[in-house]
């Protein structure tokens, strides 16, 4: 299994950006892909998580209605629309997967990208 980040960038605050990422294949047992960032000094945050089937949706209260995660099954590609963008969401973003959604929470996930990097000025 192998997860391809892409997307980042550097943008102006009140901008918007897209994340992708590209899954090779899925473990049987992983039903839920999530986005995660974490800041230099900072633990890795759950950003937001969408089960296989695309139909439950989790949010970190810090992005509620100004991302929007989903994924494209026939692409195998797991997306992240940001937008209103602020300094505070600037952040290594990294593509997760793992067996449940219930919560969004590192330890949880088991298969993970390399990140992109998202800058806010």
């Known amino acids: 299994v192998q997860l391809v980040e892409s997307g980042g960038g550097s943008v102006q605050a009140g901008g918007s950006l897209t994340l992708s990422c590209a899954v090779s294949e899925y473990r049987y047992d992983d039903i839920c892909m999530g986005w995660f960032r974490q800041a230099p000094g900072d633990e890795r945050e759950g950003v937001a998580a969408?089960?296989?089937?695309?139909?439950?949706?989790l949010y970190v209260d810090s992005v509620k209605g100004r991302f929007t995660i989903n994924r494209d099954i026939g692409e195998s590609t797991l997306y992240l629309r940001m937008n209103r963008l602020t300094a505070e969401d600037s952040a290594m973003y990294y593509c997760?997967?793992?067996?449940?959604?219930?919560?969004?929470?590192?330890?949880?996930?088991?298969?993970w990208g390399q990140g992109t990097q998202v800058t806010v000025s």
């Open positions: 997760a997967s793992g067996p449940s959604c219930r919560t969004i929470v590192a330890r949880q996930f088991d298969v």
């Open positions: 969408i089960t296989d089937d695309g139909t439950r949706t």
